[in-house]
């Protein structure tokens, strides 16, 4: 049966959209009836209705998306901090007096990847008990903390503590961020803003290749420490999501929120009552963690949010951007590696601002399955003309321009699918019981695979080769390509619930109707 609506704190509404445990669904016929006298679908619900023609107002949904991704735009300006500071930290060793060997300096570029691995679970279960914003606020004060160990460091160990505290702000916001934003949107934006977060994040990079090349690394610590504190002034005065609030029984301040982020002509009660309803009947149906953990969704949604992370990070990318450099240069470019660098940072901001276009229109699975085909191919090309390169194979100086093609082509189409749409997947395939703490361990797997491919990348092409390495990352991207194709739903234009009811093998149609069956 299809129960009547109760607000979290267990009072009635006062809403017309009441259906008693009486009313009989007895065929389709019915069942539409009842929608059509009582309300409409969970779907419309979350989009449009017939009482807001256009939806509710994007533009404030845009900026609240925007100001939430600023965090990323701070992480992805200490993730590009290692670049300026050159080969095996040179740059860094000479500007500072410090005597740094490579592998310290190898230390330092990947503790980063620690020191978000370490905060992925325990933010999850923060942003439950204060809130997304609270949470993204506070993550500030080690932003800070961490920036300035950096800048006035005076040894090797000090240079590591402050990345891994940077990385501990850098991979909470890679948790919050998506979540916040994944909460805020409507559906039919829903992907153009979990793109942001990419977006800003290799935007973030770039800024830090650019003013890298022309500053000092001390003055760019400085400007990097200051992007969280803008951060913080402007995401001070965005709203807390209506999800959080509904979790906490917290109507008033949800219909406020809604009303912030929607506009003041759109009529967000039908959309506050359909989320607070699933909100209800999830709480009615409330189980350990463990249990909801073990369920098909739940179980699915983990497989698929751990499988785009594995094929993200040894897709071959950040071998891809280590090489950019030295391909560029083989290829006859009479570019210095800077500007190489630049070039390549370019690209990536390029191609994922326009995946934050097209995604709500092409769709997750495609946009994946573009991605991950360029990949393989690109690798595989790849591991040919390195193979042909240490070989001395004749004619390979004549092709010099095939790695510049592919290593371009990778960069594009890795940025248009693999690198934005799996983060922006985690605030979409999990339920509200489970999203906190499985979307944490699906970035906590992340951040270990970045860092096993950080730190060992040069161990495993020293054992076996710039080409086979290359082909390794081209028959993982194959696989990748099998993954997408037979086990990622796709979720343009889909409600969270119709999501669940998908994972779970049941019927997504009709929505809004999943109450307890008779």
Same mark, same amino acid.
């Given at each position: 049966?299809?129960?009547?609506?109760?607000t979290?704190?267990?009072?009635?509404s006062s809403?017309?959209?009441?259906?008693?445990?009486?009313?009989?669904?007895r065929?389709?016929?019915?069942?539409?009836?009842?929608?059509?006298?009582?309300? #409409?679908?969970?779907?419309?619900?979350?989009? %449009?209705?017939?009482?807001?023609e256009?939806?509710?107002?994007?533009?404030t949904?845009?900026?609240?998306?925007?100001a939430?991704?600023?965090?990323?735009?701070?992480?992805?300006?200490?993730?590009?901090?290692?670049?300026?500071?050159?080969?095996?930290?040179?740059?860094?060793?000479?500007?500072?007096?410090?005597?740094?060997?490579?592998?310290?300096f190898?230390?330092i /570029?990947?503790i980063?990847?620690?020191?978000?691995?370490t905060?992925?679970?325990?933010i999850?279960? $923060?942003?439950?008990?204060?809130?997304?914003?609270?949470?993204?606020?506070?993550?500030?004060?080690?932003?800070? #903390?961490?920036? &300035?160990?950096?800048?006035?460091?005076?040894?090797?160990?000090?240079?590591? &503590?402050?990345?891994?505290?940077?990385?501990?702000?850098?991979?909470?916001f890679?948790? %919050?961020?998506?979540?916040?934003t994944?909460? #805020?949107?409507?559906?039919?934006?829903?992907?153009?803003?979990?793109?942001?977060?990419q977006?800003?994040?290799?935007?973030?990079?770039?800024?830090?290749?650019i003013?890298?090349?022309?500053?000092?690394?001390?003055?760019?610590?400085?400007?990097?420490?200051?992007?969280?504190?803008?951060?913080?002034?402007?995401?001070?005065?965005?709203?807390?999501?209506? @999800?959080?609030?509904?979790?906490?029984?917290?109507?008033?301040?949800?219909?406020?929120?809604?009303?912030?982020?929607?506009?003041?002509?759109?009529?967000?009660?039908?959309? $506050?009552?359909?989320?607070?309803?699933?909100?209800?009947?999830?709480?009615?149906?409330?189980?350990?963690?463990?249990?909801?953990?073990?369920?098909? !969704?739940?179980?699915?949604?983990?497989?698929?949010?751990f499988?785009?992370?594995?094929?993200?990070? $040894?897709?071959?990318?950040?071998?891809?951007?280590?090489?950019?450099?030295?391909?560029?240069?083989? !290829?006859?470019?009479?570019?210095?590696?800077?500007?190489?660098?630049?070039v390549?940072g370019?690209?990536?901001?390029?191609?994922v601002?326009?995946?934050?276009?097209?995604?709500?229109?092409?769709?997750?699975?495609?946009?994946?399955?573009?991605?991950?085909?360029?990949?393989?191919? @690109? %690798?595989?090309?790849?591991?040919?003309?390195?193979?042909?390169? &240490?070989?001395?194979?004749?004619?390979?100086?004549? #092709?010099g321009w095939?790695?510049?093609v592919?290593?371009?082509t990778?960069?594009?189409?890795?940025?248009? /699918?693999?690198?934005?749409?799996?983060?922006?997947?985690?605030?979409?395939?999990?339920d509200?019981?489970?999203?906190?703490?499985?979307?944490?361990?699906?970035?906590?797997?992340?951040?270990?695979? !970045?860092?096993?491919?950080?730190?060992?990348?040069?161990?495993?092409?020293?054992?076996?080769?710039?080409?086979?390495?290359?082909?390794?990352?081209?028959?993982?991207?194959?696989?990748?390509?099998?993954?997408?194709?037979? &086990?990622?739903?796709? @979720?343009?234009?889909?409600?969270?619930?119709?999501?669940?009811?998908?994972l *779970?093998? *049941?019927?997504? @149609?009709?929505?809004?109707?999943?109450?307890?069956?008779?």
């Amino acid at each position: 049966m299809v129960r009547g609506y109760q607000t979290m704190g267990g009072e009635s509404s006062s809403s017309s959209l009441l259906v008693t445990e009486r009313t009989p669904l007895r065929s389709v016929q019915s069942r539409r009836m009842v929608e059509k006298n009582i309300g #409409i679908s969970q779907q419309t619900l979350v989009s %449009t209705s017939s009482d807001n023609e256009n939806g509710g107002r994007k533009l404030t949904q845009y900026i609240a998306g925007l100001a939430a991704t600023l965090g990323a735009l701070a992480a992805g300006m200490v993730l590009g901090w290692t670049s300026p500071a050159g080969k095996d930290g040179v740059n860094l060793a000479k500007e500072y007096n410090i005597p740094i060997s490579p592998t310290e300096f190898s230390w330092i /570029g990947s503790i980063f990847n620690l020191g978000a691995a370490t905060i992925c679970v325990p933010i999850g279960i $923060l942003t439950d008990v204060i809130g997304r914003k609270r949470a993204m606020l506070i993550l500030v004060v080690p932003f800070t #903390i961490g920036w &300035i160990l950096i800048i006035w460091s005076n040894s090797v160990v000090m240079f590591d &503590i402050g990345r891994y505290i940077l990385g501990v702000s850098g991979g909470a916001f890679c948790v %919050t961020a998506p979540m916040y934003t994944g909460e #805020i949107a409507e559906s039919s934006i829903r992907g153009s803003l979990g793109s942001y977060f990419q977006l800003m994040l290799t935007a973030g990079i770039l800024i830090t290749y650019i003013l890298g090349s022309v500053l000092s690394i001390f003055t760019l610590s400085l400007i990097s420490a200051v992007v969280p504190l803008i951060f913080f002034g402007i995401f001070f005065f965005m709203p807390e999501t209506p @999800t959080y609030y509904l979790k906490k029984g917290q109507i008033n301040e949800a219909r406020e929120s809604y009303k912030w982020l929607r506009g003041p002509d759109y009529n967000i009660e039908p959309e $506050l009552e359909a989320q607070n309803e699933a909100l209800a009947e999830a709480n009615r149906n409330q189980v350990s963690f463990l249990t909801a953990v073990r369920s098909k !969704a739940a179980l699915k949604g983990l497989f698929i949010a751990f499988g785009l992370m594995f094929f993200q990070q $040894l897709s071959g990318v950040n071998a891809i951007i280590f090489y950019s450099g030295s391909i560029f240069e083989t !290829a006859g470019s009479t570019m210095n590696s800077d500007v190489a660098t630049i070039v390549v940072g370019s690209m990536q901001v390029i191609a994922v601002f326009v995946s934050t276009l097209i995604v709500d229109r092409l769709g997750r699975r495609l946009l994946l399955l573009i991605s991950s085909v360029a990949m393989c191919l @690109t %690798t595989l090309i790849l591991g040919v003309y390195f193979y042909m390169k &240490i070989h001395k194979v004749s004619g390979v100086d004549s #092709i010099g321009w095939l790695p510049l093609v592919a290593i371009c082509t990778f960069i594009i189409l890795f940025s248009l /699918g693999f690198g934005p749409i799996p983060w922006m997947m985690m605030g979409e395939i999990f339920d509200s019981q489970v999203k906190s703490i499985a979307g944490s361990s699906a970035c906590l797997f992340n951040w270990l695979m !970045a860092f096993i491919v950080t730190k060992f990348f040069s161990d495993i092409q020293d054992a076996l080769g710039t080409d086979m390495t290359f082909w390794i990352f081209s028959i993982i991207c194959a696989v990748a390509v099998v993954f997408v194709f037979f &086990i990622v739903p796709e @979720t343009k234009g889909k409600t969270l619930e119709q999501i669940q009811i998908e994972l *779970g093998g *049941g019927d997504p @149609t009709p929505s809004g109707f999943h109450g307890s069956k008779s």
